[in-house]
């Protein structure tokens, strides 16, 4: 069965630094990865979407995958304080299969300080 | 407006008691989705469903029940509830790609089970 682990747990990143947020799988045959936002008592925002090995930028965000190395991160350039939130890697497994169920891992709560 | 809208936003029930939380989904997509979350586990799949009548077992299902009247509707049901279903619900939509899942949320439902 998947599974999904995110590091670190929390993140605190002063305001116009890079923060970097990582996220491991077990699956190698997983094909697309997400990432979402989640701030205090919300729902889910999906932030980037990517299917194939290298990088993928959304605005201020940009997500790299390696897939041999069974590794997806989050690069949030510039962060503000109304990026602070808690931050869900979603991994799931190859679409062939008639329904593909998204995994979760645990987060990343971002703290950016002014 | 919000695509994906649930209710109760937040509810206090007793042990034993049923609980009902539903689910409205304006995005017209076939798979809805519920999910609880709870700290040190993530985003846990309960049920989810095809499409109007259609209801699957996601991975945490004892307890609850699902109901699929319609393309635009998804209820979560515990028929007893009890302290442990104490948890944030949320309920998403999306739809099959060739590239994947990508699920929207809804805002959560708060359920504590005194």
């Known amino acids: 069965q998947q599974k999904v682990q995110q590091s670190p747990e929390s993140l605190t990143v002063s305001e116009g630094a890079m923060a970097s947020l990582n996220c491991t799988f077990s699956d190698g045959t997983s094909n697309n990865f997400r990432w979402y936002r989640q701030h205090s008592a919300k729902g889910l925002e999906v932030l980037v979407s990517i299917f194939s090995d290298g990088e993928k930028e959304e605005g201020r965000f940009t997500a790299h995958l390696n897939r041999a190395n069974l590794h997806v991160s989050l690069h949030i350039r510039e962060p503000q304080p109304s990026d602070s939130a808690v931050y869900l890697c979603?991994?799931?497994?190859?679409?062939?299969?008639?329904?593909?169920?998204?995994?979760f891992g645990q987060g990343t709560s971002l703290s950016v300080v002014p | 407006e919000a695509a994906v809208t649930q209710s109760p936003r937040n509810k206090v029930a007793v042990t034993g008691g049923k609980v009902t939380l539903s689910c409205n989904q304006t995005?017209?997509?076939?798979?809805m989705y519920w999910y609880r979350q709870d700290t040190g586990h993530g985003l846990r799949l309960i049920h989810y469903?095809?499409?109007?009548?259609?209801?699957e077992k996601g991975d945490i299902p004892d307890g609850y029940k699902a109901s699929r009247p319609s393309q635009e509707n998804f209820s979560l049901i515990l028929e007893l509830a009890t302290p442990s279903q104490t948890s944030v619900y949320f309920c998403a939509s999306g739809d099959e790609t060739v590239s994947g899942n990508t699920l929207y949320f809804g805002e959560g439902s708060r359920l504590i089970v005194v």
């Open positions: 979603a991994v799931s497994p190859i679409a062939s299969s008639s329904f593909s169920k998204l995994v």
């Open positions: 469903s095809y499409g109007a009548g259609s209801t």
């Open positions: 995005n017209n997509h076939n798979n």
